[in-house]
T-cell receptor
Framework: ELKVEQNPLFLSMQEGKNYTIYCNYSTTSDRLYWYRQDPGKSLESLFV???NGAVKQEGRLMASLDTKARLSTLHITAAVHDLSATYFCAVVISLDSNYQLIWGAGTKLIIKP | GAVVSQHPSWVICKSGTSVKIECRSL??????MFWYRQFPKQSLMLMATSNEGSKATYEQGVEKDKFLINHASLTLSTLTVTSAHPEDSSFYIC????????????FGPGTRLTVL
């Protein structure tokens, strides 16, 4: 079964703290995405991870990919209130030459001032 | 970056009426467009994949006669919710994929459908 599991599903934390969100997937894939979604809005692309060992950073967010472990992490450093949102990971699979994204359930992040 | 628009952004309609949602890629051609729906506090659910000039491929459990998809050109796909009912109320998001050489698909801003 094709699955993408995010952990945790919900996270409330204080400003200034660090935390990591995990994304495990069950099938071989060479492409993983992280998106941010604010309430009532569509998705904002954060990171595209294309290879094993890929690490990307943007501001207080850093994403990494381990294709052997089928694991990606999204690390938050010194969280600020503006990072409050729901974060999704999604994995690319190819089925019969069709490209498709398999989505995690999302991690709702609330950062308290 | 690549821009995808959706129209309308929010629509409220009466039960039994049909609603058309447009998805346009503004500055690139999209060989494939995807339609998703998202219920509150849930992840995205892929409804169908449409390729320009051919019939859409629907995911299991999605009624093709209820959710009509037309991908008439490389920059436009439409989703028509026919005979809408309150349970069709949801957030509908389209995305456009430039092709296999692209690294990612680009998402529209979403359309909120409320059926009374």
């Amino acid at each position: 079964e094709l699955k993408v599991e995010q952990n945790p599903l919900f996270l409330s934390m204080q400003e200034g703290k660090n935390y990591t969100i995990y994304c495990n997937y069950s099938t071989t894939s060479d492409r993983l995405y992280w998106y941010r979604q604010d309430p009532g809005k569509s998705l904002e692309s954060l990171f595209v991870l294309l290879s094993n060992g890929a690490v990307k950073q943007e501001g207080r967010l850093m994403a990494s990919l381990d294709t052997k472990a089928r694991l990606s992490t999204l690390h938050i450093t010194a969280a600020v209130h503006d990072l409050s949102a729901t974060y999704f990971c999604a994995v690319v699979i190819s089925l019969d030459s069709n490209y498709q994204l398999i989505w995690g359930a999302g991690t709702k992040l609330i950062i308290k001032p | 970056g690549a821009v995808v628009s959706q129209h309308p952004s929010w629509v409220i309609c009466k039960s039994g009426t049909s609603v058309k949602i447009e998805c346009r890629s503004l500055d690139f051609q999209a060989t494939t467009m995807f339609w998703y729906r998202q219920f509150p506090k849930q992840s995205l659910m892929l409804m169908a994949t449409s390729n320009e000039g051919s019939k859409a491929t629907y995911e299991q459990g999605v009624e093709k006669d209820k959710f009509l998809i037309n991908h008439a050109s490389l920059t436009l796909s439409t989703l028509t919710v026919t005979s809408a009912h309150p349970e069709d109320s949801s957030f509908y998001i389209c995305s456009a994929f430039p092709g296999p050489a692209a690294f990612e698909q680009f998402f529209g801003p979403g359309t909120r459908l409320t059926v009374l």
